[in-house]
């Protein structure tokens, strides 16, 4: 139910943005808007305006559209002529499909500069000892180094060292990472990640080249039993300190959880302590699927200080203006990388398997909005991203599409023929198709291969 209400929160906001900008600037062109429907298909609900704009909620709740007089597509009374889209100049047709897109990234950056003015709790770039033959590894990286910089950008937490790697590493697989050590000792490593597909969407970038969380240790008391899991049908309770599982002793928390991984559906048996008494009980890990992968699981996790990991955490703030500034920044970024990944895609420089649709969306919107407001928000801005840049392709039936054939317009003085955007709305349609089909196709795989 979290994910169902996540997401349609999330579609709802993004879609109303929009098509509201859509709206707002037909209005200031002085062209007459008929209909502002929240969804496609048989309209559910209605209310007309003063306006003569009905506001309607239809039955299809995957995107909206704004209904203006038009005689391309409909008889328009006669005093409705002079407020008709099609009578409108180009200039003015162009604002008007331009600012639907341009309003989500204009969301995009309200919703950062909201994130960045407010304070936002992030976790410092500090590394783990990374994986023996990984390229973090072969590049020098020790536990606990602090990442500062990749190729001489700022990195001030891990979502920018994430952004970082994945922006540099796509264009060039060798990259300069400036880490600082516990004693401020600064080094400069080479890290050569050729060969590894960062945006590969179905494996985190960062780890699959050695760079990994440094997490302190913990020790092996649990805190907390998640109800109906295989820990609490075995008896075991928060507090108790394990010892031993099959007789390998277990010094910390991570210790158990390499052992449970390894046994999906494979007795255990635990010696832990339980109020200063000696216990043993049995327990059998359940089989989850992870990453094309058969894992085991308890349902337990540790207990944790919350002081072991305040010296991980920093607070990012900035003024109003500063805010607004790195908040431009960050969107442009986004955009930019968005288009650059689909140029990728279409000289198949990346993988059709980037490509998500609205499942894995409507996951990700579950899962950020579990995480707390911060996060939601993140995510919001982030898809709005993704919308705006979509919609302004020049692909027929996309915005886009329509501010080409405006374009050509303004260019050769007469509009584009019927029968070419007869034409471009069949390849529109196909290549929309195509995309809808790879889109579902990753999310449902993705589903059934975890």
């Not at 897109?101 to 204009?106: E, F, T, V």
């Not at 968005?338 to 000289?347: A, N, Q, Y």
Request: glycine share 8%; aromatic share 8%; net charge neutral.
């Amino acid at each position: 139910m979290t994910t169902l209400l996540a997401f349609a929160v999330t579609l709802g906001i993004l879609v109303v943005i929009h098509e509201l900008g859509h709206y707002a600037v037909a209005r200031i062109c002085g062209v007459k808007v008929l209909r502002f429907s929240l969804g496609f298909g048989p309209v559910i609900a209605k209310r007309l305006a003063r306006n003569g704009t009905e506001w309607a909620l239809s039955a299809v709740p995957l995107g909206g559209y704004v209904k203006m007089a038009d005689e391309r597509e409909g008889e328009v009374a006669v005093e409705d002529l002079p407020h008709a889209f099609n009578r409108k100049s180009v200039g003015q047709r162009m604002a008007i499909v331009v600012a639907g897109p341009l309003s989500n990234l204009l969301l995009a950056v309200l919703l950062y500069w909201a994130l960045f003015v407010a304070g936002i709790t992030v976790l410092k770039p500090i590394v783990a000892a990374p994986t023996a033959g990984t390229p973090a590894a072969l590049a020098g990286f020790h536990n606990g180094d602090i990442i500062t910089a990749v190729d001489n950008d700022p990195v001030a937490d891990w979502q920018d060292l994430y952004w970082l790697v994945l922006k540099h590493g796509t264009k060039n697989p060798v990259m300069t990472v400036e880490t600082r050590d516990a004693a401020n000792h600064v080094e400069y490593r080479r890290l050569d990640v050729a060969g590894i597909d960062l945006a590969d969407a179905d494996h985190d970038p960062l780890a699959g080249i050695g760079l990994l969380r440094y997490l302190p240790d913990l020790p092996p008391v649990v805190g907390q039993v998640v109800a109906g899991s295989r820990a609490e049908s075995s008896g075991l309770k928060p507090g108790d300190r394990i010892q031993a599982i099959n007789g390998q002793t277990i010094a910390v928390w991570e210790d158990l959880v390499k052992i449970v991984k390894a046994s999906p559906e494979r007795p255990l048996r635990l010696n832990l302590l339980r109020a200063g008494q000696p216990l043993a009980i049995t327990l059998t890990p359940a089989a989850l699927l992870e990453t094309g992968r058969t894992i085991g699981r308890i349902g337990a996790a540790p207990r944790v200080d919350p002081a072991l990991f305040a010296s991980m955490q920093a607070e990012i703030r900035f003024g109003p203006v500063a805010a607004m500034k790195r908040a431009l920044v960050k969107t442009w970024d986004l955009s930019t990388f968005s288009l650059e990944m689909m140029g990728r895609l279409v000289i198949s420089q990346a993988s059709l398997k980037n490509i998500s649709g609205p499942v894995t969306i409507a996951y990700y919107a579950g899962r950020s909005a579990e995480a707390g407001a911060t996060a939601f928000i993140a995510f919001l801005a982030l898809i709005s991203v993704s919308l705006g840049v979509l919609n302004l392709l020049p692909i027929p039936l996309l915005d886009g599409g329509h501010l080409l054939y405006y374009f050509i317009e303004l260019i050769t003085g007469r509009p584009v023929s019927d029968r070419v955007q007869w034409v471009g709305q069949k390849i529109g349609m196909a290549l929309l198709a195509a995309l809808m089909f790879f889109a579902l196709f990753n999310d449902f795989h993705r589903l059934l291969t975890g």
